[in-house]
């Protein structure tokens, strides 16, 4: 069975530009969750979809965005990129319901210049 | 609201030796609880996890047991190996949300 992929690995961007990840889940997974990991503040919440629809949410400010399609893969958009936002982003699937556990992708490494 | 608080690293522990990272919790309801593993330059793998009180979770040599009385989930080995050298998150579930604790390094010399 295929685990978590996310695209791209690595990623390389500017200040104010603005930056799409993709994640695709393990197969039969409707629920998607990203977080934010940076060694500064750790691992950080930013929002969970669920069949297409967003369930959960963090305190992150609008400029992070993200959608889930109807085959459950994921993006998340980041716009107005600052240099604050270079993180390993991680994308997480699971069944979605309770006691199941997340699986995790490899991450998208961002860095702003 | 619900927290995750583990203990503080980094830890540097010499190979065979016996290891504990410490983990409490607080929760609304009944979590199901995890410990997941972080390897370098990789994401987060399930490591082992318990869904009620009681439970032991275990894998790879790795223990841990949900407490409920003390809201603990303390991850035991009982002799590391160097390949054990990663970051550990100790992990709470209730209603879909996960709360993670900060991460405990883990360092095993030769």
């Known amino acids: 069975k295929a685990g978590v992929t996310q695209t791209p690995r690595y990623l390389i961007k500017t200040r104010g530009q603005q930056v799409t990840l993709s994640c695709s889940p393990i197969?039969?997974?409707?629920?998607v969750s990203w977080y934010q990991q940076t060694p500064g503040q750790g691992l950080q919440f930013l929002f969970e979809?669920?069949?297409?629809?967003?369930?959960n949410k963090g305190n992150f400010p609008g400029r992070f965005s993200g959608r889930q399609f109807s085959n459950s893969r994921s993006e998340m958009n980041v716009s107005t990129l600052e240099l604050g936002d270079s993180a390993l982003y991680l994308c997480?699937?699971?069944?979605?319901?309770?006691?199941?556990?997340?699986?995790f992708g490899d991450g998208t490494r961002l860095s702003i210049l | 609201g619900n927290s995750v608080t583990q203990m503080e690293g980094p830890v540097t522990l010499s190979e065979e030796a016996f290891l504990t990272i410490n983990c409490t919790y607080t929760?609304?309801?009944?979590?199901?609880l995890f410990w997941y593993v972080q390897y370098p330059g990789e994401g987060l793998q399930l490591l082992l996890k318990?869904?009620?009180?009681?439970d032991k979770g275990s894998n790879k040599g790795f223990e841990a047991t949900y407490r409920k009385e003390t809201t603990s989930f303390h991850l035991e080995k009982g002799s590391v190996q160097v390949s054990d050298s990663a970051v550990y998150f100790c992990?709470?579930?209730?209603?879909?949300?996960?709360?993670f604790g900060t991460g405990t390094s883990l360092t095993v010399i030769p």
């Open positions: 992990v709470t579930n209730t209603g879909n949300q996960f709360y």
């Open positions: 997480a699937s699971s069944l979605g319901t309770d006691n199941q556990p997340q699986h």
């Open positions: 929760a609304t309801g009944y979590p199901s």
């Open positions: 318990a869904t009620k009180a009681d």
């Open positions: 979809y669920f069949s297409e629809t967003q369930r």
């Open positions: 197969s039969g997974h409707r629920s």
